[in-house]
């Protein structure tokens, strides 16, 4: 082979399929997301309507109302929302952009990570969760006498969980990173793959 085809060739990225860690676990996902807001909006509601009955503001309330104005909005923009909120740590966290296919019996992710090599991007599937994260560096420096005009590059660490939109076969997962965009291939688990249904006639011959 020659080199030329060598370096055509994608860098195989690793994919972690165990349980979520409990570093994972204590991240707050869409689901619990939902879970409080509906539990916090049926609790102010009754609440609510104890404080109009007596007259008397309720600070409580009123806590309550914006913590649910900001889990909407975690909901509604994602690890976005969730990086601004602070809650992904003191340290800046940027998230790749993301094209997610679904094919008859594949789910395909595809995922821009420009300047990352295989051996810097970790994946991990929990449960119906893909999780992406990683750590880029540009490689601009500066030295004495030098002054940044200028810096839209992201770098430094980077995570993204895309939520599978049907049911995947864990052991059928496969990672490949190639010019800057991470690919990744999920078959769908057995349940989720169409199959053809025999129809049996009077005759008992199948169609």
């Given at each position: 082979?020659?080199?030329?085809?060598?370096?055509?060739?994608?860098?195989?990225?690793?994919?972690?399929?165990?349980?979520?860690?409990?570093?994972?676990?204590?991240?707050?996902?869409?689901?619990?997301?939902?879970?409080?807001?509906?539990q916090?909006?049926?609790?102010?509601?009754?609440?609510?309507k104890?404080?109009?009955?007596?007259?008397?503001?309720?600070?409580?309330?009123?806590?309550?109302?914006?913590?649910?104005?900001?889990?909407?909005?975690?909901?509604?923009?994602g690890?976005?929302?969730?990086?601004?909120?602070?809650?992904?740590?003191?340290?800046?966290?940027?998230?790749?952009?993301?094209?997610?296919?679904?094919?008859?019996?594949?789910?395909?992710?595809?995922?821009?990570?420009?300047?990352?090599?295989?051996?810097?991007?970790?994946?991990?599937?929990?449960g119906?969760?893909?999780?992406?994260?990683?750590?880029?560096?540009?490689?601009?420096?500066?030295?004495?006498?030098?002054?940044?005009?200028?810096?839209?590059?992201?770098?430094?660490?980077?995570?993204?969980?895309?939520?599978?939109?049907?049911?995947?076969?864990?052991?059928?997962?496969?990672?490949?990173?190639?010019?800057?965009?991470?690919r990744?291939?999920?078959?769908?688990?057995?349940?989720?793959?169409?199959?053809?249904?025999?129809?049996?006639?009077?005759s008992?011959?199948?169609?």
């Amino acid at each position: 082979m020659s080199s030329a085809d060598q370096q055509d060739q994608p860098d195989p990225v690793q994919v972690n399929t165990e349980q979520a860690s409990a570093e994972q676990a204590g991240q707050p996902n869409q689901e619990q997301f939902e879970s409080a807001g509906a539990q916090s909006e049926s609790t102010g509601s009754t609440q609510g309507k104890e404080t109009d009955s007596t007259g008397i503001p309720n600070s409580i309330d009123r806590l309550r109302s914006e913590f649910d104005k900001l889990l909407g909005v975690a909901v509604e923009q994602g690890e976005r929302a969730l990086d601004k909120l602070g809650l992904f740590g003191n340290d800046p966290v940027w998230v790749p952009r993301v094209d997610l296919l679904e094919l008859e019996e594949q789910v395909q992710v595809y995922m821009d990570l420009p300047g990352v090599t295989a051996e810097e991007i970790n994946i991990t599937l929990a449960g119906n969760m893909l999780t992406v994260t990683g750590t880029r560096s540009t490689g601009t420096t500066t030295t004495s006498g030098q002054t940044v005009r200028m810096s839209e590059r992201p770098s430094g660490q980077f995570r993204r969980s895309v939520p599978m939109p049907v049911a995947v076969d864990p052991d059928k997962v496969t990672a490949s990173v190639q010019n800057g965009i991470l690919r990744i291939l999920l078959d769908k688990a057995s349940t989720e793959k169409p199959r053809q249904i025999p129809i049996n006639s009077a005759s008992g011959t199948s169609f």
